[in-house]
């Protein structure tokens, strides 16, 4: 929604149907195209993002948000076929996404790539081995890509949000209320994080006020991890 405000179209890619956020995104002024599919599938990338070209003719920022988690628990419960479907959504699900979109914005001289990570890989969450280790590896991601695609003027950058208060999140009371709690006590501002606090920082990294800034990772989580 930050991006579309600022006069972004909005091409969003959702494996399930993400109409009425496009809607929102309309209501906005900006071009919006809602495109079913799963980013693990290669044919469904390679099809989104050709829809994405074809509507607007050009592609100059990529944010790689689409993840998948799952219920916190030891690391011997988790089962291969459940790592390998976190790993695809991921980690392949947002190199797919760079390997499609780069050529276009190698045309152009030009473009932004901003993987969404997250903060417990700085913290160290426990219970959610594979997921940390998906973010974990999508932080070396962001590295390297950076350094390959420097001289094409094409950055590379993360932000790596904490445990953040969606609305979605904040309807699972029961669940949601003792993490709160926890949550808050290893924070130095005192205060939920919400989405607008994730959306100031994709602003910023795909604007022009960040083309000498690559390879970084932005933590937000309210001065939990600080490295």
Known sequence: MRLAAEGA???LVDISDSDVTAAEVAASGSRTLAIRADVSSETDVQSAVEQALSAFGRIDILVNNAAMTAPPRP???IGPAEWRRMMDVNTLGPYMLSR???PPMRTLKRGRIINIVSATFHQGVPFLLHYVSSKG???GFTRALARELGNDNITVNAIAPGFTLTERIARQTERV???RRDNMRALSI????VPEDIAGAASFLAS???SFIT???IIIDGGWAMI
């Open 137 to 139: 590896a999508m932080i």
């Open 100 to 102: 499609a979109t780069v």
């Open 177 to 179: 209320e003792a993490f």
């Open 215 to 217: 390879g970084q990772t």
């Open 190 to 193: 005192k205060r939920d994080e």
């Open 9 to 11: 179209d909005v091409a």
């Open 208 to 210: 022009d006020d960040s």
């Open 75 to 77: 690391f011997d419960q």
